[in-house]
């Protein structure tokens, strides 16, 4: 225990910034971690943390930190502050000088300049921003003051997080805890009995009236939607990080990548020195060539399809402005158990109203909800009924909402590879992984750290995932009425290709839109909601070859690239269980599967614990 040591206080703070740093995953812990067992280990009691610097693991750094927080403390407490040390002056003989010689050599040394303390200037769109500028809208020739329920109302909209809720359902605080820290620093007053009424002191209104003069300078000039070489932001860790680079346009006939792919090492709290793409508030990514929608060169609404051949001529033509895009969120995306409406009622306040219903796949998704007056001309592209009688074109953006401690346990028992799979086979071009930051121990962070980086890094590289990172969820919440305003401008003034529902009977869903992108790469394509449930249900519509793959994925570790390589070779289950059966228990069959895929590139390639653990299910 701290206590035990000849230093207590020093040992105990250093130990508080060790487990911060711990449960952070950052690096800083093996620092703080060799300060504290040197300051423990040590039998002197030191009058000043100056003093420690002859430990081994402190040096002036940490003991200038110590340093300040001994001068909190003594604050706190009445205490007065030890005073530092001088180091006494020697002859070369060793001996010490006398006092006259050492005041003389004391006052012949240069006099340093005390730091001028800086004046407080509350971080933008934090907490105490919010209230300095809420209660700076005030009249101060009056000396106004309001309650604290006025006072978080005029707030709320100046502040990222919220005065009334906790940004993580394991915490306690919300930003309202900030006007502790403005009252500390004597910025802001309060007066009333039993009611409390806030107002700014003078010191305060400085403060408020230096974020008035800079607050349009600070957005008109970081915050431009061209202006892509801005100052990188910051990542959930700390580190910067990578704003995407504007894209160059490309010919009609060539591919276009889908999205921002991945530019360095992927880092995020539990994820060292993985560095994901994070998007500020108006650098959402231009749409891609194939996205300019050009009006087609040919059909017109309530065009029918002529034959099954799932041509692009085939497809039904829904001109602009005969729809309007909504955003479309899954019932079961709540903050708690007890609080299920949260989510949607502060998208409301960003303006954007959400369409709620349980979603076949994804957590968000986009939809071109038409108007009635178009909707007759839409039934071939219908499977069954809609729902309320209301067409739904689904869009080509998808989200998928993941908190951490979500991930972790999807990639543990298996779903993060099938949700995956099932993404792929939906046919929606865009698909944004969104991972939203959530507390979890340090040890679980240790341990599943290395398969997080994999698993964010196989997203962006090998799956072309656009992966997000959000702090809280009210930043996802700002993201996601960011990106509905997004493509409600792009959408709207485009016409949208639907395919007919008879063109997925003969074709899979990717397939038939890949090779419509391919050949029309200018154009936007869609299909009714209804289309799009049939296609996403887990377990109705399910082909053979669908069951079978689901099937092998069973299996921990064999992902869906796996799967697909083992359905080539043996493309029933019955084919693969009688391959086992002709061949000899033990080594061979043991090895049968990972004999064949053993030369493959590595993410499709099976080793031989994989390939034995197959044998014991299937042979």
Not at 303 to 331: H, N, W
Request: net charge positive.
């Amino acid at each position: 225990m701290a206590e035990d040591c000849a230093n207590p206080l020093l040992a105990g703070w250093l130990k508080e910034w060790m487990d911060e740093a711990k449960e952070r995953n950052s690096k800083g812990y093996t620092v703080y971690k060799k300060a504290y067992q040197s300051i423990k280990a040590c039998p002197l009691a030191f009058s000043h943390p100056s003093e420690a610097q002859q430990l081994n693991g402190l040096g002036p750094k940490l003991c200038d930190r110590l340093t300040e927080k001994l001068k909190q403390h003594c604050e706190q407490n009445g205490l007065p502050m030890p005073k530092k040390k001088r180091k006494r002056n020697r002859t070369s003989e060793g001996l010490p000088l006398d006092t006259a010689e050492a005041v003389e050599a004391e006052q012949s040394s240069p006099v340093r300049r005390k730091r001028k303390t800086q004046p407080y200037v509350p971080k933008y769109k934090s907490g105490a921003y919010g209230l300095i500028v809420a209660l700076g809208s005030l009249d101060r020739e009056s000396n106004q003051a309001i309650p604290k329920p006025d006072l978080i109302e005029l707030a709320q909209p100046h502040c990222d997080a919220s005065y009334t809720v906790p940004s993580d359902p394991t915490k306690f605080f919300t930003a309202w805890k900030s006007m502790q820290t403005l009252e500390s620093k004597e910025l802001v007053c309060t007066k009333g009995h039993p009611t409390k009424r806030y107002y700014l002191s003078d010191e305060g209104w400085e403060v408020a009236e230096g974020i008035q003069a800079s607050a349009g300078g600070r957005v008109v000039a970081a915050n431009k939607p061209n202006q892509r070489k801005s100052a990188p932001t910051r990542g959930l860790d700390g580190s910067k990080s990578v704003t995407p680079e504007p894209r160059k346009k490309q010919s009609a006939s060539a591919a276009p990548p889908q999205h921002t792919q991945l530019s360095g090492a992927p880092a995020h709290g539990a994820f060292d020195h993985l560095e994901v793409l994070s998007i500020s508030e108006n650098d959402w990514p231009e749409p891609e060539p194939e996205m300019s929608f050009g009006r087609p060169r040919s059909g017109n609404l309530g065009q029918r399809p002529t034959s099954s051949s799932s041509s692009v001529q085939d497809t039904i033509i829904l001109p602009a402005g005969s729809f309007e895009v909504k955003m479309v969120l899954d019932m079961r995306e709540v903050r708690t158990t007890t609080d299920r409406d949260y989510i949607s009622g502060e998208l409301k306040k960003q303006g954007i109203a959400p369409i709620i219903r349980s979603l076949p796949l994804g957590d968000v998704l986009w939809v071109a909800e038409v108007n009635p007056l178009y909707a007759n001309s839409l039934k071939a592209a219908i499977v069954g009924e809609e729902a309320g009688d209301k067409v739904e074109i689904v869009l080509e953006h998808i989200l998928e909402r993941k908190r951490l401690d979500d991930l972790i346990s999807s990639i543990k028992d298996g779903r993060f590879h099938e949700q995956k799979f099932r993404l792929h086979r939906s046919g929606i071009k865009n698909v944004t992984y969104l991972i939203e930051e959530y507390s979890i121990s340090s040890e679980r962070s240790e341990k599943y750290g290395d398969a997080l980086e994999s698993a964010v890094a196989s997203m962006q590289v090998v799956d072309n995932f656009f992966v997000k990172q959000t702090s809280k969820l009210d930043d996802t919440i700002r993201y996601l009425a960011r990106m509905t305003k997004t493509l409600k401008g792009l959408y709207e003034s485009k016409d949208i290709n639907v395919i007919p529902a008879q063109s997925f009977e003969a074709e899979a869903v990717s397939l038939l839109l890949e090779r419509f992108r391919k050949t029309s790469p200018g154009r936007a394509f869609g299909m009714t909601f209804s289309v799009f449930s049939a296609m996403c249900d887990k377990s109705e519509s399910m082909t053979l070859r669908d069951v079978y793959l689901r099937m092998l994925m069973c299996t921990r570790g064999v992902t869906g690239e796996k799967a697909i390589e083992i359905q080539k070779i043996w493309p029933t289950p019955r084919a693969l269980a009688e391959a086992f059966e002709g061949q000899e228990k033990g080594t061979a069959r043991d090895a049968m599967i990972s004999d064949r895929l053993g030369s493959t590139i590595p993410r499709k390639k099976v080793g031989k614990a994989l390939s034995t653990k197959i044998a014991e299910i299937w042979g």
